[in-house]
């Protein structure tokens, strides 16, 4: 699975984090500031939503559409929140579409509480993703049911906000793409178990070849 981790200014985190490969997730509400990383956009829709804000959507469209690529000229894969299907569907996805510079990129449609695989799946396909948010339990009852939803429509499933290795292998076994949390961009020594848990699958895999 790919992993990416809250921006962070710490040089000592960033060098382990590039190390190890992970990406950096850039909320559109701080400094455009990717690192030289391959990095994701946050809109920010879900801290907007805890503190009653209604500006989220407008302003954090005008930081997706100038955002273009990353520095080092990768693809930049960009998610969105939204406070509202339609925000996200309809006004967000044709406003992306229209900008050449974001042409590679790979749009996450956000899920949470209350949602089901048929409120979404007229729009999710090999352009438009799923990105599991929610709260903890929703998240973990149901991101099985989103990532088999996403494949089945040749999409990539993301899980927001990971930060144990225990949630990390549940997010494997779900059979998630991807996944995003802020504990190792605070603790460098944070990363060496979650990393471990992310990189599991592929370490299992691998034995499985060598055995007779």
């Given amino acids: 699975m790919i992993g990416y981790a809250s921006r962070t200014g710490t040089r000592r985190n960033l060098d382990a984090l590039r190390r190890a490969g992970w990406r950096l997730m850039v909320s559109a509400k701080g400094p455009l500031r990717p690192e030289r990383f391959r990095y994701a956009l946050d809109n920010g829709a879900w801290t907007a939503f805890q503190r009653a804000s209604r500006s989220t959507c407008p302003r954090s469209r005008r930081r997706f ?59 999710v396909g090999p352009e438009i993703g799923i990105f599991v948010g929610g709260d903890t339990p929703w998240k973990l009852a149901t991101m099985a049911t ?38 190792v961009s605070r603790f460098a020594s944070a990363l060496p178990p979650l990393d471990l848990a992310r990189r599991q699958p592929d370490i299992e895999a691998w034995l499985a070849g060598q055995r007779p």
């Fill in 65 to 123: 559409l100038c955002s273009g690529r990353g520095p080092t000229g990768s693809c930049c894969p960009t998610s969105w929140r939204a406070a509202s299907l339609r925000c996200a569907s309809l006004d967000w996805l044709d406003a992306l579409r229209n900008r050449p510079e974001l042409r590679d990129a790979q749009y996450l449609l956000a899920v949470q509480n209350g949602m089901e695989p048929p409120h979404v799946a007229a729009v």
């Fill in 146 to 183: 989103w990532a088999r939803l996403a494949h089945e429509r040749g999409a990539i499933c993301h899980v927001g906000r990971v930060n144990t290795a225990r949630r990390i292998r549940l997010c494997a076994a779900a059979g998630a793409d991807s996944f995003d949390g802020s504990g």
